[in-house]
T-cell receptor, first 111, second 115 residues
Framework: SQQGEEDPQALSIQEGENATMNCSYK?????LQWYRQNSGRGLVHLIL?????REKHSGRLRVTLDTSKKSSSLLITASRAADTASYFC???????????FGTGTRLQVFP | EPEVTQTPSHQVTQMGQEVILRCVPI?????FYWYRQILGQKVEFLVS????????KSEIFDDQFSVERPDGSNFTLKIRSTKLEDSAMYFC?????????????FGPGTRLTVL
């Protein structure tokens, strides 16, 4: 079955630094999405990248996808304290629209 | 910006009781989902719903669970006889599948505590 695993599990950085989080999965995917979750709150959709795309940008976010390595990365540039949250990747397949979530990366940005 | 809403935000119930969790998806969306997240664990898929029927369900979604779209705006998850292990955060999501994309937008969740 598909399974997303993020690394690192936790990341602490200073404001202004860049944060990079990685996600790996096991089977072929249709799309890969990244979500943010503030502690105990809901999931906020950040960005979707299709399996035939290699890179996508949205504001300070940059997502890459390497289907040959079954991996994706999320880069947050010029981080802010408000970026402190858990970040999850989620994948879906060609015959299913259920999302399979990864384990998440807990990002702490210190002011 | 339109968003998915869920009520209640927190539900406390006794084991064996029935609970109904409510969701109002984004108004022009036609695909609806329930997920759950046990404290400290991954978000897990429960069920997807389209055109008034279940499209797909996970092995978690057993006979104790049911979903319904009772009117044009609400989407509910019912747990008939709650167990301690049903304690979790339950998220509703919706999608319009525009362009064939599966962007799913999540509500804030209902925290279910079974005592």
């Amino acid at each position: 079955s598909q399974q997303g695993e993020e690394d690192p599990q936790a990341l602490s950085i200073q404001e202004g630094e860049n944060a990079t989080m990685n996600c790996s999965y096991k089977t072929s995917i249709n799309n890969l999405q990244w979500y943010r979750q503030n502690s105990g709150r809901g999931l906020v959709h950040l960005i979707l990248i299709r399996s035939n795309e290699r890179e996508k940008h949205s504001g300070r976010l940059r997502v890459t996808l390497d289907t040959s390595k079954k991996s994706s990365s999320l880069l947050i540039t010029a981080s802010r304290a408000a970026d402190t949250a858990s970040y999850f990747c989620a994948t879906d397949g060609y015959n299913t629209d259920k999302l399979i979530f990864g384990t998440g990366t807990r990002l702490q940005v210190f002011p | 910006e339109p968003e998915v809403t869920q009520t209640p935000s927190h539900q406390v119930t006794q084991m064996g009781q029935e609970v109904i969790l409510r969701c109002v998806p984004i108004s022009n969306h036609l695909y609806f989902y329930w997920y759950r997240q046990i404290l400290g664990q991954k978000v897990e898929f429960l069920v997807s719903f389209y055109n008034n029927e279940i499209s797909e369900k996970s092995e978690i979604f057993d006979d104790q669970f049911s979903v319904e779209r009772p009117d044009g705006s609400n989407f509910t998850l019912k747990i008939r006889s709650t167990k301690l292990e049903d304690s979790a955060m339950y998220f509703c999501a919706s999608s319009d599948r525009a362009g064939g994309l599966n962007e799913q937008f999540f509500g804030p969740g209902t925290r279910l505590t079974v005592l």
